[in-house]
């Protein structure tokens, strides 16, 4: 059975048959004590950001954003609960190939063991690798199929009763990059996947639909599936990572020199980019990559779909 993030087990998303999702999501997330951990551990953070480095830089050449971010969920789930007492530059690249080797392999990717090695340093062989594999799978409990808060934005969206397709795969799209977006930073780990979707399809919504968004905001407090408290305060959280975006488009424009600059840069990519802290070790160069083959995907959603 094919794995896809929108639809892990895959059930359809009606009333009737979106509850084992919200039943079980609290099986495909971090330990609870793993943020606290992040907080008070700088040692942790820096595994956790080097690592997320070094998927980003093997994945970016697969032109496939969800790739990076179910490799991504597994690192997590595995730091949440597999203490890694004495870390070495080595240790993290092959955790980091490990992930990225099990999405490929849920994702039914074919790929050859240079694909996921990073240009120069340590060459890993499969028997490390797969070694490696079997240490973050115990970890994952064995749950590859993880339901992240893509499997729950159709059923949200739902809520919203859109006649008019466009606008719906619009907001659908601006959902997924903010999704996408904000995987890195550690706030989010504290919330569920289907907060995470319900906060994103909110923030995407503030966005695109202002007027609408009071309506948006009622539609998602009055479904029985979300705690209120909790999705207030994850929304905080989004809120905060689209300023981040914004006083980096800021920032952007006020680096150019000329008028002329400034309007070729707004026309080329008139949309927010975020400068993440968990993701500074990369080169801004594999950064613009990464961001410009997201967009590709959300390009390509709303294109299947038209």
């Not at 789930?77 to 849920?106: E, G, T, Y």
């Not at 809520?159 to 466009?166: G, M, S």
């Not at 639909?209 to 309506?215: A, D, E, I, V």
Request: charged share 20%.
């Amino acid at each position: 059975m094919d794995y896809d993030l929108e639809n892990p087990l895959p059930f359809s998303h009606d009333e009737d048959t979106i509850s084992p999702l919200f039943n079980i999501e609290t099986h495909h997330m971090p330990s609870k004590t793993y943020l606290q951990i992040l907080i008070n551990s700088d040692f942790l953070i820096n595994i956790r950001e080097a690592t997320i480095s070094i998927i980003l830089q093997i994945s970016q050449s697969f032109d496939s954003p969800f790739l990076s971010y179910l490799a991504i969920n597994y690192l997590d789930r595995f730091l949440s609960f597999h203490s890694i007492p004495d870390v070495k530059p080595w240790i993290l690249k092959v955790i980091a190939a490990s992930c990225v080797s099990l999405a490929f392999k849920m994702k039914k990717t074919e790929y050859s063991v240079t694909d996921i090695q990073q240009d120069g340093g340590t060459i890993f062989d499969i028997e490390t690798i797969k070694r490696m594999e079997l240490l973050i799978l115990g970890g994952l409990k064995w749950r590859m199929r993880s339901i992240t808060a893509f499997a729950f934005i159709n059923f949200f969206v739902s809520l919203f009763k859109f006649k008019d397709l466009p606008l719906q795969q619009a907001l659908k799209a601006r959902a997924t990059e903010i999704i996408f977006t904000a995987q890195n930073e550690i706030k989010i780990l504290q919330f569920k996947p289907s907060i995470i979707s319900a906060s994103a399809l909110l923030s995407a919504s503030h966005e695109l639909f202002p007027l609408q968004f009071s309506c948006y905001k009622t539609a998602i407090l009055n479904c029985s599936y979300v705690h209120k408290d909790d999705l207030l305060s994850c929304y905080d959280v989004m809120q905060e990572i689209a300023k981040k975006e914004y006083e980096s488009i800021l920032e952007m424009v006020s680096s150019t020199s000329t008028p002329v600059n400034v309007q070729m840069s707004w026309s080329s990519d008139n949309e927010p980019i975020e400068e993440d802290s968990s993701v500074n070790a990369i080169s801004s160069s594999n950064s613009n990559s990464n961001l410009t083959k997201r967009r590709k995907i959300i390009t390509t959603i709303i294109d299947d779909n038209t």
